[in-house]
């Protein structure tokens, strides 16, 4: 803890832009949409399965203008660049909140996504990756609890302006924290986070941007490495998206279930900050592989046990690996691709994180449609994580 104590001392400004950043991509994020899910299937008439498909679509969308744009982060001002990523969040928060048509909605979730999900986490991650070498795993693991923060935070209080308001009302205050991040941005002195004028030109003049992914992804370190991340996002996200109601389905009450999740995002938050640690001591290709096993027993509880400690059990899990996955999986990228082109790099990754968000509220609302129970689903996704271990555990190959 000293260790992290004197690195933030030196550091704070640095590392916080990097948290607000990681807190206020839950404007993208599954665990925030999904609040609204019930009102939105209700108000706009729409069901499990066309909602999943709309929101597949527009995920998928929203991961190809990721690809398009994720190189600027090599080459642009940072406060730039965060400053029109807030603006897209604006503009879609406010299509949410008045979501009068499944068209409205639909544009609301490709801006929701790429400004949040997408953009506000990648910046936030090239950045700290790139800023910082001896210490990158402290400045990912400080940066990353802004997603456990936001977790334990925001469900709590937009929950409560639900239950006593409107969700439309929730939606629309929401934007207010993005009116106040956009205000305290040169507080930050992102400049000093910048890449230079010189290396900002060579990399804007490298203009195969097509051929660079190519070429990676012909290679065999880039599926070994992208396998875990296809199984955990489909994984985690369609159960999150899901998550109240299979709470329903299954007979937990969603009060306990709520105060459950707010445990996940404490495991999360703690294991950001130790996986950090242990990132630094033992790197992020030694630990890459064992970052899936958490979740993968998280989902076999889903598929095997009952009641309420079935859901600690997979909440928890998945708890541990999300906290290990947000510092490990881009400290593991930077150590086998470096960081003169970590935004390309980072980008071409969080397209294949994001899309397999995109099809997982998909599948699982078929699946769900069909009259599949979250036990099959869950032991299916079980296998899948296996397969993303086995995949994982020959990265050691691939270290520079």
């Not at 639900?162 to 400049?191: D, K, N």
């Not at 998206?241 to 105060?259: D, H, I, R, S």
């Amino acid at each position: 803890m000293g260790a992290y104590l004197s690195f933030l001392k030196q550091n704070f400004r640095s590392v916080l832009f990097g948290w607000i950043l990681t807190f206020y991509s839950s404007f993208g994020q599954t665990f925030f949409i999904s609040l609204y899910v019930p009102f939105l299937l209700r108000d706009l008439e729409m069901s499990k399965g066309v909602f999943g498909s709309y929101y597949a679509a527009a995920t998928i969308i929203a991961s190809g203008f990721l690809l398009r744009f994720g190189h600027l982060v090599d080459e642009q001002r940072i406060r730039t660049l965060t400053s029109r990523v807030i603006l897209l969040l604006l503009i879609s928060g406010a299509l949410l909140a008045t979501a009068w048509a499944p068209w409205v909605l639909f544009f609301a979730l490709i801006g929701l996504r790429l400004g949040g999900q997408g953009l506000m986490t990648h910046i936030s991650l090239s950045v700290m990756s790139r800023h910082f070498d001896a210490d990158r795993g402290k400045a990912l693991s400080l940066s990353s609890l802004g997603y456990s923060m936001s977790e334990m935070v925001l469900p709590a209080v937009l929950g409560a302006v639900i239950a006593y308001s409107h969700w439309r009302a929730a939606a629309g205050g929401s934007l207010l924290l993005l009116i106040g991040l956009w205000a305290l941005l040169p507080w930050f002195r992102t400049e000093r986070m910048d890449v230079s004028a010189e290396a900002a030109a060579e990399t804007a003049a490298k203009k195969g941007k097509r051929k660079f992914y190519r070429e990676m992804v012909a290679t065999r370190k880039f599926w070994i490495i992208a396998a875990p991340s296809l199984g955990t996002g489909f994984t985690v996200t369609g159960f999150f998206f899901y998550q109240f109601v299979m709470a329903e389905e299954k007979g937990w009450p969603v009060e306990l279930y709520t105060a459950a999740f707010t445990g996940y995002g404490l495991i999360r938050l703690l294991f950001s900050v130790y996986g950090g640690t242990l990132t630094d001591r033992l790197s992020a290709v030694r630990l890459f592989p064992w970052m899936l096993v958490p979740v993968t027993l998280g989902v076999l509880a889903i598929a095997l046990g009952e009641g309420l400690v079935a859901a600690g059990i997979f909440l928890f899990g998945t708890g541990i690996t999300m906290g290990l996955v947000g510092v490990v999986k881009t400290a593991a990228l930077a150590e086998v691709y470096g960081t003169a082109s970590i935004g390309r790099v980072r980008s071409l990754f969080s397209v294949v994180a994001v899309f397999s968000t995109a099809v997982a509220p998909m599948v699982f609302g078929i699946l769900l449609d069909a009259g599949v129970t979250f036990e099959a689903i869950a032991a299916g996704c079980a296998l899948l994580l296996s397969a993303g271990i086995a995949s994982a555990s020959q990265i050691g190959k691939f270290r520079r």
